[in-house]
T-cell receptor, first 110, second 118 residues
Framework: EDQVTQSPEALRLQEGESSSLNCSYTVSGLRGLFWYRQDPGKGPEFLFTLYSAGEEKEKERLKATLTKKESFLHITAPKPEDSATYLC???????????FGTGTSLTVIP | ETGVTQTPRHLVMGMTNKKSLKCEQHLGHNAMYWYKQSAKKPLELMFV???????ENNSVPSRFSPECPNSSHLFLHLHTLQPEDSALYLCASSHGLAGGRSSYNEQFFGPGTRLTVL
């Protein structure tokens, strides 16, 4: 069964304290792994797509990496404005299904 | 502003009411999606449309009826809902549905409709 598990469920960081969020997945053939950011009361905002193991992508203080079983979202020197829920999703090669995790709620304290 | 708009933003309805949710995308995309987001649960994909044709229906109860008149508009018609249907309903769009390594599948979401069923 295709599924996505994210950890931790919640994370509190001091401003400037780097950390990583984890997304573990099982899928019958990976078409793509997607990271999104969701602010309260808003829809998810697209961040990255990763397609194959070893791939990395960066955007400002965020860096996403991918292995055959998991993806990490590394946050370097976070700022309070990085506070949000980060969602991970995978798309398998069978059909047009997208599977989301429950997200990691990140709070960055000034 | 993602280029995907949803109306209404909030909706309260009784179990016997009939209402519709509307989604419009201004991105020139060809695929559109309905998702349900409940507290502490992952986003659940409900329906997928590609070039106005429904490609996925994930065992969604018949009290939810989608309609896609063209690639820019998507509706979700609601009738005789249950209290457990209360959730945030999100619309998304992507360039299309493609195999292989392609940005076609990257989805852009609207702000959602917060639905409460009394």
């Amino acid at each position: 069964e295709d599924q996505v598990t994210q950890s931790p469920e919640a994370l509190r960081l001091q401003e400037g304290e780097s950390s990583s969020l984890n997304c573990s997945y099982t899928v019958s053939g990976l078409r793509g792994l997607f990271w999104y950011r969701q602010d309260p009361g808003k829809g998810p905002e697209f961040l990255f797509t990763l397609y194959s193991a070893g791939e990395e992508k960066e955007k400002e203080r965020l860096k996403a990496t991918l292995t055959k079983k998991e993806s990490f979202l590394h946050i370097t020197a976070p700022k309070p404005e990085d506070s949000a829920t980060y969602l991970c999703a995978v798309q398998g090669t069978t059909g047009n299904q997208f599977y989301f995790g429950t997200g990691t709620s990140l709070t960055v304290i000034p | 502003e993602t280029g995907v708009t949803q109306t209404p933003r909030h909706l309260v309805m009784g179990m016997t009411n009939k209402k519709s949710l509307k989604c419009e995308q201004h991105l020139g995309h060809n695929a559109m999606y309905w998702y349900k987001q409940s507290a502490k649960k992952p986003l659940e994909l409900m329906f997928v449309y590609n070039f106005k044709e429904q490609t996925e229906n994930n065992s969604v109860p018949s009290r939810f009826s989608p309609e896609c008149p063209n690639s820019s508009h998507l509706f979700l018609h609601l009738h005789t809902l249950q209290p457990e249907d209360s959730a945030l309903y999100l619309c998304a769009s992507s360039h299309g549905l493609a195999g292989g390594r392609s940005s076609y599948n990257e989805q852009f979401f609207g702000p959602g409709t917060r639905l409460t069923v009394l």
